[in-house]
């Protein structure tokens, strides 16, 4: 079947919140899609616009050339696509499934000893955002599933191909959500502090604190020059660590005394600490890239 000429009929298995905008979007866009889910009454808004309902696991699989889910975890994954036997042989599963490099990998072996295609994949975005510009869905995996089925890919996101690793596309995910946490802990633990004085956070949040994340992104690409260059001396550091380490130091006491619990941000005073003592100790905070990697066996 070409997919560019017939939409490719598509097993969306798991409608959560992100699973319905999911088989959402392929019903808007003509697929044929059938949808199965733990909870049943979570399919009756999709059957009632098109989508077919799938009575046991082994009919959702069977009924599509290209099966995607989306569930919990990859625990429940295994526990609701391991009963369903060959039924995969000769499809495409798509996992979207937030996990781990090594549960991606695993599961594509799984895939293959079963005679199915596979793609693993990381959501980087919310639910409303499925269908719209904005989103990105990371893949990583067979570059010939991909590029057979990038046309019915971009359907949910911009699609992007990270390598035929299988657990790339996970790596990727957790790495960018490792830096969204950061930078959500960073910000509730600012509006914890000003919000302990009479002041307008939702004003602050808006004029004050989104322009300085987004100006504090200019440091980005210092960071990764910085990463695996330990030996190389930079000529100039701008934010030496020893001035950064007084700031994290000021925080924790100025929380202290404002009763703000300081545990979102004092654990970086650690790897701080330890950068001073470093030879490298004039590479600004791109040597704490380094220095949190552990030496591998
Ligand atoms: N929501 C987001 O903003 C977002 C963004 C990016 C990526 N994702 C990823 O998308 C995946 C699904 O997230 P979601 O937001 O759709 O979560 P959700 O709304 O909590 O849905 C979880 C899904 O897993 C199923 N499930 C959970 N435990 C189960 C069990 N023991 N047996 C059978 N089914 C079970 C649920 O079935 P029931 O309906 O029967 O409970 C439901 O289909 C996750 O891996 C998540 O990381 C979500």
């Known amino acids: 079947m070409n997919e560019h000429e017939t939409p490719v009929p598509v097993t969306v298995i798991g409608l959560g919140a992100m699973g319905k905008a999911l088989a959402a979007t392929f019903l808007a866009a003509g697929h044929p899609t059938t949808v199965w889910n733990r909870s049943q009454s979570k399919a009756d808004s999709l059957v009632a616009g098109g989508a077919m309902r799938a009575a046991t ?74 269908g719209q510009p904005e989103a990105r869905v990371l893949y990583s995996g067979s570059r010939h599933v991909f590029d057979q089925y990038e046309h019915t890919l971009n359907r949910l996101s911009a699609a992007m191909y990270v390598g035929a690793d299988p657990g790339l596309a996970s790596l990727y995910d957790l790495a960018l959500l490792s830096a969204m946490y950061g930078q959500f802990a960073g910000a509730s633990h600012a509006l914890a ?53 007084v700031a994290i130091a000021n925080i924790v006491t100025a929380s202290n005394a404002q009763n703000v619990d300081k545990a979102l941000l004092s654990h970086l005073a650690i790897p701080l600490r330890d950068l001073i003592g470093q030879s490298a100790h004039d590479r600004d905070l791109a040597g704490m890239v380094d220095l949190i990697k552990k030496p591998t066996e």
Request: glycine share 8%.
């Open 193 to 245: 502090l000003v919000g302990t004085e009479k002041a307008d956070l939702t004003e602050f949040a808006a004029s004050l604190l989104a322009p300085w994340l987004t100006a504090t992104t200019v440091a980005l690409p210092l960071l990764a020059q910085g990463n695996g260059t330990s030996t190389q001396a930079v000529e100039e550091s701008v934010s030496p660590p020893d001035m950064q380490a």
């Open 57 to 130: 696991i082994i009919e959702a699989v069977t009924a599509s050339p290209l099966v995607v889910a989306c569930l919990l975890d990859y625990p429940v994954l295994h526990e609701i696509l391991d009963p369903a036997g060959d039924a995969l042989a000769g499809r495409t599963l798509m996992n979207l499934t937030n996990g781990t490099p090594d549960q991606a990998r695993e599961t594509a072996v799984w895939a293959a000893q079963r005679g199915a295609g596979y793609l693993d994949g990381g959501i980087m975005a919310v639910p409303p955002m499925i």
